[in-house]
């Protein structure tokens, strides 16, 4: 392969790298602008523990364990062993040979980590302000360092799922699903937060600490996403990187869209919070198929996960669920939309592939809740997952870390 | 033309459409930070608006009306059509034949979509603390979906600008005029803040809730300004965009010097807001020329700018308007000293094209400032432009929003 | 040269450009987030005094300092002249014959002139909060004007350092020492803040005022190492910078980690901001090898580094030192480390490169002190270094800048 079209092609699965890692960022803003100061800290001290966790795990056994431990179309089970530890450079890996020249071996082990460390960030949210830093950080563990894995083996690594034709271009299942199934049964472990249901059951709205920090988390973790679809073309091919970049976006615009006009319809308020997760909720919609779409279907399931996010925060309310960032409407009603739209619309619709996205949806719906009950639930027992009640009403920060957010903060 | 020359610009031409998009939370954080907490929800509001409202707008028409609508050389009048409604891929439009190599159509319409909503941001900045939000929503629909790509039209879609000879190589006229006229017809019309001149008609400062945040706002643009003005090469050339950034950056830092140097002289005093804003004129005044000048002459011309900003924003102030972020002083006064610096500077000056560049400004700015009269002064006769006293007192947050921007925010 | 690859390449430089650029944002974050609200504007101007006049200082003499100004292997004495004025295109500089085509002379400047600034930058942190702003800015003005290039001409301008075969790929030493040299030096001279130590000579720690705003700054500048790293392969030669983000990302991670373990063993408390400082500190530790390391070594050398972390911020604590953002730790002692550990692991490890490394540790650390001592010295002499006790006290925010950071920043 020509020099220039491969290092062209490894600058932008490099970038595109770089700004999945900046969706760290992203999803801190996002998390601790939506709750309360009294647990920044923690949530923060979380995600960091994420990303450099996450990596390291990634790089002792995850990504071997995802591509190549495994034969094609196999039945899916994993071969452990010795050699899977660490990395080191392929034979010929880092020739254009690899992977069709798109990128080197280290870049794709970089891309993927970087992937790897999402599905737990969004467990974080959805968790926040309540549970055991402990039990949480040895859950992340073991759900990045083997259920994210396993699953992304059934697909990208060439398993099961990939044999049957499942399709799911930058992860709305493999990675926004797995982390909102995680989510969607840990908060029904957990329990809501000390007053967020009054004694009608009727639930509160708990206001978050700073807006203006969720606002740029939302616009970093859309800048983030250039990255996170336009790099999962796996090279820097000009038509198809850049068609779906203009999916991307434009879901992600009417995504914003769906939700704000519908939620100042349904509720007479002009809600920036509604806003900007039906903007989440368009980028998680567009991404199982923001490679097929073209711009006018890209705007009508951008559009359509805004108006699901709409009425997916409403039904976790309504099922007494405490979700404090919107996480399972964001990450998995709209992961869910987003795959199954690939069987409605696009180039690859059609009823057979429908039925093919349904049953992946489901097969790694159940795989990821038996998981999460099997891990969580193992920890409640043995150590519990919740803060003390006076911890929880003191805040986290103070009693988990001895330290607040903003110590000298003085209003005059 | 060569795969990886063509897959080398695209790339580039991405990540500067990547750029250009993470200016929007440049220009949030900018504006929430010179202004007032009680309205912050307000503002962050209206550029979530203005970014996923101008990239549909854009898309459903904004982006055929601004380029392919047109004969070259025709007189500037518009030819609607049904088929100018939406994107799709024209015939041979992903090919290296399309515009030379230097991008594919997707990367051309996401980026100029993206150039389309700053207008409307620049404006939001100078009526931030009492617009109405539904009167700012309908001017930005009409003037980011009309008036900006019309004129866009005359110069970048081959119109009669362009037959003149006028240069503007990024939009210093294009744009930041563009905005920078409506912001000066629209604070006209809204008239001044309560508290803003007093009763002898003195202005007073009213100081904004987080400098920290503008800094970073501005620094976040700067970084922008990569893509705004190096992606206006319209390809990775790198002989031409390397200069640009070069040009760029050296008039930023020179802009900011200029500044900061004469408001110290002026006021005694090492005022941050100041070397902030004479970096923005900096980087405003390069834009037009940015591929025209010298290192030296970039330093000179981003000098000069700071300097007028200081000035600029004591002229504004003088003229009993009330620009809560200096929006005039950055985006037109220095909008127009750029236009007028490729007479002056560069591989272009010259008397007749010092004319022609005068011309320009004029046309489009006796233009912008008709149609803003018409769009805002409807406006302010069916439904009114301006909040109630009682709400611009109250802040715009609660009155329209029903939130705050720091609800838990809370002090030991 | 194959058109294609040379723009690559350059696409690869502008961008590690903009991402170094983007560190500044970083760093403004931190050191504002580590210290008291009082002396928040103070911080900013600095740092956007830096990141301009270093930026002016680069273009008018620092580039032509550090790179052509000598003969190959001649014995480190600058030759100045007129000529070293101001940049302009040498002859055939903009040809993929410059620096064999990896990049554009103009990207070179670019990219050089962002590194020049961080010297400075890191100075800022550790001086903060009691010295005197005029001070600071002449110190900056020699220190990034001639310092830091002469230092750099010995190995990066192909001085004697360079004919030792002394090696710091990106600069642990060459950037991150000469830094944390000149912090060291300036924080004995000034003395500590009022309150750091107790009667009996006990640290306290003074609490920031963000920790939220310390830690975006810390993940923004472990993004902007992508730049800083990989851009130091100077092209974009897929294995090498590749690997070089790779061996970046994981001793980010492994330092984190490091730091975050020995912290809670040795106070049982899980400490962010020691978390944070160990990702920094693994950063800098890897800068001088991260081309010459496999993961696994990178992993080795980021734990270590996180490790130093810990004890260093306790050692400074012991000598009495106040460095509010922990500046030493960071930059001089990893910067140190990561040098030496050239000499111990990877593709260059031997007796003989660790003595290299070593004598080049330390005549750059004999000649920075000097210079320090020297400037700072007289300017203690002639102007004082240190704000009155009464300014200290009320903050130089109000003294130097009459304006406070959150002036309507409002609690309910």
Not at 25 to 49: A, C, D, W
Not at 168 to 174: C, R
Not at 341 to 356: D, R
Not at 367 to 376: A, D, E, G, R, Y
Request: glycine content about 14%; hydrophobic content about 50%.
């Amino acid at each position: 392969m020509d020099a220039g079209l491969f290092t062209a092609n490894n600058v932008w699965m490099m970038l595109a790298t770089a700004l999945v890692f900046f969706m760290h960022t992203g999803f801190s803003f996002l998390e601790i602008g939506l709750t309360r100061q009294k647990n920044t800290i923690n949530i923060l001290f979380k995600n960091i523990f994420i990303i450099t966790g996450g990596l390291l795990l990634y790089y002792a056994w995850g990504f071997n364990l995802m591509y190549p431990g495994f034969e094609e179309g196999s039945s899916g089970i994993i071969k452990f062993s010795m050699d899977s530890f660490g990395i080191s450079a392929p034979e010929n890996g880092m020739t254009p040979e690899y992977a069709d020249g798109g990128y080197t071996w280290w870049t794709d082990f970089l891309f993927q980590g970087m992937f790897a460390a999402t599905a737990a960030t969004i467990v974080s949210g959805a968790v926040a302000e309540r549970i055991k830093i402990g039990a949480f950080m040895i859950f992340t563990v073991i759900y990045v360092g083997l259920v994210y894995p396993i699953v992304g083996a059934w697909k990208w690594g060439g398993g099961f799922l990939d044999s049957w034709g499942f399709y799911d271009f930058a992860g709305s299942t493999l990675v926004h699903s797995v982390g909102g199934w995680a989510a969607l049964v840990a908060i029904f472990l957990l329990g809501s937060r000390i007053g967020k249901f009054d004694e009608d059951g009727k639930a509160k709205a708990i206001p978050g600490h700073s807006i203006p920090m969720a606002t740029a988390g939302v616009l970093i973790l859309w800048l983030g996403w250039f990255g996170f679809n336009g790099g999962s073309v796996l090279s820097a091919d000009p038509e198809l990187t850049s068609l779906v970049l203009v999916t991307t976006s434009l879901a992600a615009a009417a995504g914003g869209f769906g939700a704000m006009i519908l939620s100042t319809v349904l509720y007479k308020n002009l809600d920036l919070t509604m806003f900007l997760n039906g903007i989440l909720g368009g980028l998680v919609g567009i991404t199982a198929g923001a490679d097929l779409m073209s711009p006018n279907e890209a705007v009508v399931i951008g559009f359509l996960a805004g108006i699901l996010i709409v009425f997916a925060v409403a039904l976790v309310d309504k099922m007494k669920l405490d979700d404090p960032v919107g996480a399972v409407a964001v990450h998995l009603v709209c992961g869910i939309w987003g795959t199954l739209a690939v069987g409605i619309f696009g180039a690859k619709a059609g009823g057979e592939q429908f039925m093919t996205q349904l049953y992946g949806v489901l097969i790694v719906g159940v795989f990821c809740v038996v998981c999460t009950f099997i891990i969580l639930g193992t920890l409640k027992a043995v150590m519990g997952l919740r803060v003390s009640k006076e911890e929880e009403i003191e805040g986290l920060d103070i009693h988990e870390h001895g330290m607040d957010a903003y110590p000298d903060f003085i209003n005059d």
